[in-house]
């Protein structure tokens, strides 16, 4: 994983979001989906358990069993500990270790596969014990079955106790983070100013990672399409020309600018672009080379979508 510059999020595979069965047509969009990203030079896919009640998984499961020798072309990665709400139960979260090995031997069935290159805790457990936590990880490794571990949506502090007792190495951390979603960043430049209480960017969880090789994957990374096909205000209107104009001038998709302004960032971003839609993965095509974007143009990206001077 440490050489992936981008990731595919797989979380618009396998139809509807309910308990329906997907069907031959959802099998061939995962298809195109997964073509669409090799040819964009993504070799690493992201999963859930949860995304669409199993059937994401379950359709990759098909397309990896129509294709021999594509496992060990790619590096697979999926999340647990969230439970959906079902019947009177409202949703929760459950980091047990019973439960933390029973969601991998299903994710195992349903993609397919004989191991996870990669298992992230989707969402932080109040409940859950870290001891627990690291003796099912680490049997879940000694077994072969999964490679590395990592979290998702997890402060820096959550981080540092799960790690405690764990002695395999925690190596990613999944956050929403983007062009619009810039609390992360905001927060480095918003100590000691008025603006800094509405952050709700938890303090030192990027200084966190990079000092303790935990990388960052950035989720919503294109922002849902609201610097290149769909601004919803003056900002995002004004972000998207810009957008445009640099990619005008540099040869690229508006889709590769905005995936270059994540990956500028020194902390080693890797953005987890989420779209389904074959056409706009091949548009992310040249965001996996270095980013061509100078310090200007960073900045001058980041302060039109702020919509205010930086202080």
Request: charged share 25%; net charge negative; with cysteine.
């Amino acid at each position: 994983m440490a050489q992936d510059r981008l990731i595919h999020g797989c979380m618009g595979l396998g139809g509807s979001w309910d308990r329906e069965p997907y069907g031959a047509a959802d099998v061939e969009h995962a298809h195109a989906v997964v073509e669409a990203a090799l040819d964009a030079g993504i070799t690493a896919f992201d999963h859930a358990d949860i995304y669409r009640h199993g059937k994401a998984e379950a359709v990759f499961g098909e397309v990896l069993a129509r294709a021999p020798g594509l496992r060990d072309r790619i590096t697979l990665q999926t999340k647990c500990g969230i439970r959906l709400a079902e019947g009177d139960r409202p949703g929760t979260y459950d980091l047990r270790g019973g439960s933390i090995a029973r969601c991998v031997e299903e994710s195992l069935t349903r993609l397919r596969t004989d191991r996870l290159d990669t298992l992230l805790l989707h969402r932080p457990d109040p409940l859950a014990d870290p001891e627990d936590i690291a003796e099912v990880l680490t049997s879940l490794h000694r077994q072969g079955l999964v490679g590395q571990f990592g979290v998702s949506n997890m402060d820096a502090q959550q981080l540092a106790r799960l790690q405690a007792p764990l002695d395999i190495p925690l190596v990613a951390n999944q956050l929403e983070m983007s062009l619009h979603r810039r609390d992360w960043l905001e927060s480095e430049v918003l100590v000691n100013t008025p603006a800094a209480a509405q952050l709700g960017f938890p303090e030192g969880t990027l200084d966190y990672c990079r000092s303790h090789s935990v990388r960052l994957q950035a989720w919503g990374a294109l922002a849902q399409g609201r610097y290149t096909d769909r601004p919803e205000t003056a900002a995002d209107r004004a972000t998207a020309l810009l957008v445009r104009e640099l990619a005008e001038q540099k040869g690229t998709t508006p889709e590769t600018i905005v995936l270059w302004w994540l990956r500028r960032h020194p902390a080693g971003i890797v953005p987890v672009i989420g779209t389904a839609n074959p056409a706009r993965i091949r548009a992310c095509r040249d965001a996996t080379d270095e980013p061509r974007l100078s310090h200007d143009e960073w900045y001058g990206l980041w302060i039109t979508a702020r919509g205010t001077p930086l202080p």
